[in-house]
């Protein structure tokens, strides 16, 4: 039998997958150094073990594989039948044994690789819905999975940190939620600069008379928009409202 490839011959989408692939074997290196006692232990996210992260990064593959599968047959399968089915599946994944949880999310990252590996290259523009109820292509699927694949490895708290994450999909990331601060209005008077990349990049209120500015490089400023800048691996990032310098860096706007 031929080896089997991608059915998509769209170079930004393969490029995008290359993304969501490398995001998985990340968790899983993360993963497989953390021992079976140290999956009891916390998560960078509040009342989350990481046991939790695990979880729900694997119940989120299968979430995701059935919009693929979604865009392949037509049939609407959504990611969560309500959000407390899926709060509910976390809190259950969580009691798990070791061996079980590494099997969710090693046949759950499998499973989902397959369904976009055979989904063919036109039903890639086929629509599907997210669990906030968003309309987008199936292509988008790729990008929620690249997300929560490189930041919850962070959120394993043994060792990655958002430098580990390619820029691309950092600045992906901050554009999403500098967005969604944009589209709730909860960005006044904010501006968000990134200091280190070939050009500096600006989000938020830019029109605002003497806004507080947050700067400084890209992975620090994309660790801090997702409220994960508290720990000293991101020191590197400054404040200053209008040309006063400010000593304390202010908590970022809640994202999700
Ligand atoms: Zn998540």
Known sequence: MAARHDQTDDPRLQEALLQARRGTAFFARKLNELSDAELDGDSLLPGWTRR???AHVGYNARAVARLVEWAAT????PMYPSTEVRNHEIDFGATLSPTAL?????HSAVHLNVEWRDLPGDDWHNKVKT????VVPAEETVWMRTREVWVHAVDLDNGASFEDIPAPVLERL???????????????DLVVE???????????DTTAESPLV???????????????????????????????????????????
């Open 174 to 188: 901050l554009k999403d939620i500098t967005g969604a601060w944009t589209a709730r209005g909860t960005d006044k």
């Open 102 to 106: 590494r099997n969710l999310f090693d």
């Open 214 to 256: 947050v700067s400084g490089p890209l992975a620090a400023v994309a660790a801090w928009s997702t409220g994960r800048a508290v720990n000293e691996r991101y020191q590197d990032l400054e404040a200053s409202r209008g040309d006063e310098p400010l000593t304390d860096i202010p908590s970022a706007p809640a994202w999700i």
């Open 131 to 134: 669990v906030q109820g968003r």
């Open 74 to 77: 037509g049939v609407e399968t």
């Open 194 to 204: 990134v200091t280190d990349q070939p050009a500096t990049l600006t989000f938020g």
């Open 52 to 54: 939790h992260v695990v």
